[in-house]
């Protein structure tokens, strides 16, 4: 499978958290309901900080024409897909053609090393500290530790461009438009959500239908289509029910499950062309609500990417965000 990084296994839709309604729907919500629309500094919040700096950056670049921007983050979603929503914008903003990325270290460690003069690409890292638990049925001295999250600090990896040293063998298994047992994987998937599938001819024109719980494909599409159509409509599913419909207007729904689309197909390595420019038009200035919607569009793609991924994690391998490393002079 064409997958840059290991993700874990696909986590249940109830995780993904409420998402950004249209602009036309902002009245149903105020602005302390998300942290996107706090400005806060990266002394307060870091992580945030980071997404603030990258989506302002992304608002800038589609103001003065350039709507590449986009698709650089859309497609570092599905290259990076197990990396913080922070991070992946990030790595997008800083090199938007990076397609594997590692710490000094780690590439030292694959026989590789980073080229004189070459800036690393500043991620975040979080530290873990541990605190003693007391448990009320055991003695103080006998309190268990448990990890917490104390803060972040800088790190950086860098991209496999700005290496040199022995090749490296092929993680990705490039299909150039075959779907491959992708198909097979993503309806086992929908089967563990309890997602019914059928096919139907009475659905045309439309190639997918998503009925909330159920969905219904065109018959006679070829393998890469029906495959993306299929990921459109299990978009669909994991974002679009309940409440989160009533947040969001049609096209907003749209435009949110074509991109995952859009993420999960060329992260499989399918020709798909490029993200539509209209999904920032949706938002018509609205930096924190794109930010928003960004992030539900990366972590359903994780989601559904992580039900696709099958290559066990190797013994040694480094975590991509654990691992801090210094700058190149």
């Known amino acids: 499978m064409p997958f840059s990084q290991n993700t874990t296994a696909a986590v249940s839709s109830a995780s993904i958290p409420p998402a950004a309604p249209h602009r036309n729907n902002a009245a149903q919500r105020t602005p302390s309901d998300s942290p996107y629309q706090q400005r806060t500094s990266q002394k307060d919040n870091p992580a945030q900080a980071v997404i603030r700096q990258a989506v302002d950056f992304l608002m800038q670049q589609l103001e003065t024409g350039h709507s590449e921007t986009l698709a650089a983050y859309l497609g570092a979603m599905a290259r990076f897909h197990n990396y913080s929503f922070g991070n992946i914008l990030a790595i997008a903003r800083q090199r938007p053609t990076a397609t594997r990325v590692a710490g000094f270290r780690a590439w030292n460690e694959m026989g590789r090393f980073v080229k004189k003069g070459e800036k690393g690409i500043q991620i975040l890292a979080p530290m873990i500290g541990h605190r003693r638990r007391k448990e009320a049925a ?24 700005q290496t040199d040293g022995v090749e490296l063998p092929e993680l990705e298994h490039r299909i150039a438009g075959e779907v491959g047992g992708n198909r097979e994987r993503l309806i086992d998937f929908l089967n563990q959500q309890n997602i019914a599938l059928e096919f139907s ?117 480094v975590q991509p965000e654990a691992e801090a490393v210094a700058g190149v002079a």
């Open 138 to 161: 055991e003695p103080e001295s006998e309190s268990k530790p448990h990890s917490v999250l104390i803060g972040f600090r800088a790190v950086y990896v860098f991209d496999l461009s």
């Open 201 to 317: 001819e009475k659905i045309a024109p439309a190639l997918g239908v998503s009925y909330g719980g159920r969905i219904a494909l065109l018959p006679g599409q070829t393998a890469a289509e029906e495959f993306v159509t299929l990921v459109h409509e299990t978009a669909h599913e994991l974002l679009h029910k309940a409440e989160r419909r009533t947040m969001t207007t049609a096209v907003v729904r749209e435009t949110e499950a074509e991109a995952v689309a859009f993420i999960v197909g060329q992260a499989i390595g399918l020709e798909i062309g490029t993200a539509s420019s209209d999904y920032i038009q949706l938002y018509k200035g609205n930096a924190a609500l794109l930010a928003e919607s960004l992030e539900i569009v990366q972590r359903t793609s994780a989601i559904i990417l992580g039900a696709l991924e099958t290559r066990e994690p190797e013994e040694n391998e």
